[in-house]
């Protein structure tokens, strides 16, 4: 039963400053993420690792961001969001010096792991935004920080790549700066992210957690090391099958327990269901243009006949930083967009962008102004998609349910973008070009990057049939949570609320 601290009613002089200091905490989330690619092949000579096991840096925050973002989500619901995103920081915090003061794989994976926890930042700080903000405001912030994930991916590749250059790069730098700016983090929640102003109490559901967990992990494991295991090894296809026995037994348990820690009949609810769907397309959109410019740019013109021979700093400098800077910028529009045209519509009109942005990289990514146009174009597909869909899980949940709610659309990004990697990376490598000099690694077929752009426009031209279809709606909430929202508000003569946000329509 949700308990309350305070009135219900917004403060209307809630600052910018806890605005921008949320937008920098989610930007930790994005650069976590991307933290280490630019420095694996530099981690791998450093610690004389084969690229198999350099390449479990990434999979451990994966993997640890699957298993923490949904229950600290649900525990910021709980126990407040401040504490919870606090003790976030710290951990993040911690695994960052790890990272920077060892050489050890075991600890290194360990301080990844600690860092994956961050991830779980994101859907806090859109709930303390619902809980802080006035609903006309609300959209342009939620917009604001959710742009920073499509930028902080592209500042961490900038930051990564000025680090380690030269003849002597050290990956303790890029392991420095990731503790920097999350004790800056840290020090603005402590002094600007005030208490939560309702939590819902009740108790932890442990073997929910344990469960969802335990399926997610199953499932990604495979899809990140599935190209190195092989797709139709036994140990693929073995933990394929166990992460969707153990998804049906948390869907059955989730069900039977009276304290869930997701409330079923919320998930397969129209706007949540729909907004999963179209979080998961997104990721795979987002991903497939950033690692399919990336390796493009990378691609030596002289050896492959197509490419532009770029350095990794090359490539985060000249064609990945226009679209982040371009992602920043329309992540505000996109805010704005939604209070004025609605979610739905601006979810859609991102969704045009993107495809436009695949298909002219598809036919045309010959030059490096067509290239860095369509990844603008791409670019502020992405954020124009993250602005969306925090407002469409606003709409379609109770305020006490909003961290659990955005912690699920998290892992359904996350669950696309890892997607998204294991696909280029398939296709990448299923069509080689023919006598190269001996001991060159193997370069794609110039037509294979054609197939993934076009795969990336696909994706986007989902998300607008998701936008304009499976959002298309005019019901509203089931029954059980508009008496969860008649419950938080503990005023028996005060009526239903709607969501805060009426952004769903249009």
């Not at 905490?25 to 280490?36: D, E, K």
């Not at 600690?114 to 991830?119: E, K, L, N, V």
């Not at 696309?416 to 696909?423: D, K, L, Q």
């Amino acid at each position: 039963m949700p308990s309350k601290h305070r009135a219900l009613t917004a403060p209307a002089g809630a600052g910018y400053g806890l605005v921008y200091i949320l937008g920098l905490a989610a930007t930790v989330v994005a650069m976590m993420q991307t933290l280490v690619v630019p420095v694996l092949t530099v981690i791998r000579d450093e610690l004389s690792l084969t690229a198999s096991a350099a390449g479990w840096l990434t999979t451990a925050t994966l993997l640890s961001a699957a298993v923490f973002t949904p229950l600290l989500g649900r525990l910021g619901d709980m126990r407040g969001k401040r504490p919870v995103l606090i003790g976030i920081l710290l951990v993040t915090v911690a695994g960052s010096v790890l990272g920077a003061t060892t050489s050890s794989l075991p600890l290194l994976l360990t301080a990844r792991a600690m860092q994956g926890a961050s991830t779980a930042i994101f859907p806090l700080a859109l709930s303390v935004l619902r809980d802080e903000l006035e609903p006309r405001r609300l959209p342009g912030a939620m917009g604001l920080i959710s742009g920073t994930l499509a930028a902080g991916a592209g500042l961490a590749l900038v930051g990564a790549g000025l680090l380690t250059q030269g003849t002597d790069p050290d990956y303790h730098r890029v392991f420095w700066m990731a503790t920097a700016l999350s004790v800056i983090a840290l020090v603005g929640v402590v002094a600007t992210v005030p208490p939560s102003r309702e939590t819902t109490g009740g108790r932890t559901d442990w073997v929910g957690a344990a469960t969802l967990a335990a399926a997610l992990v199953l499932f990604l494991l495979p899809v990140s090391q599935g190209s190195t295991w092989g797709w139709a090894s036994p140990r693929t296809l073995i933990l394929f099958a166990a992460a969707a026995v153990l998804a049906t037994v948390w869907v059955v348990v989730e069900r039977h327990v009276s304290e869930p820690l997701v409330d079923m009949t919320m998930f397969v609810f129209r706007p949540v269901l729909f907004t999963n769907i179209a979080g998961v397309l997104l990721g795979f959109g987002m991903f497939t243009q950033f690692i399919g410019i990336a390796f493009l740019a990378r691609t030596p013109r002289e050896l492959a006949g197509y490419g532009f021979s770029a350095s990794v700093l090359g490539a985060a400098t000249t064609y990945l930083l226009p679209s982040t800077l371009a992602s920043l910028i329309a992540a505000q529009l996109g805010g704005t967009l939604v209070r004025r045209i609605g979610a739905r519509v601006t979810l859609a009109a991102g969704a045009a962008s993107g495809v436009a942005g695949f298909v002219w990289l598809a036919l045309a990514h010959d030059s490096t102004a067509s290239v860095v146009t369509a990844g603008i174009l791409t670019g502020i597909a992405v954020s124009f998609g993250f602005a969306a869909l925090p407002a469409l899980i606003a709409a379609g949940v109770p305020a006490h349910q909003s961290g659990i709610a955005n912690g699920i659309n998290s892992i359904a990004r996350s669950v696309g973008s890892s997607a998204g990697s294991a696909v280029i990376t398939i296709l990448l490598a299923a069509n080689t070009l023919p006598h190269l000099p001996p001991g060159t690694p193997a370069l794609p077929a110039e037509t294979q990057y054609s197939v993934v752009f076009t795969l990336g426009a696909l994706a986007f031209a989902l998300i607008a049939l998701v936008a304009l279809t499976g959002l298309n709606f005019n019901g509203t909430a089931p029954s059980r949570i508009v008496r969860q929202q008649a419950n938080s508000l503990h005023t028996p003569s005060v009526p239903p609320q709607p969501a805060p946000l009426n952004t769903v329509g249009n």
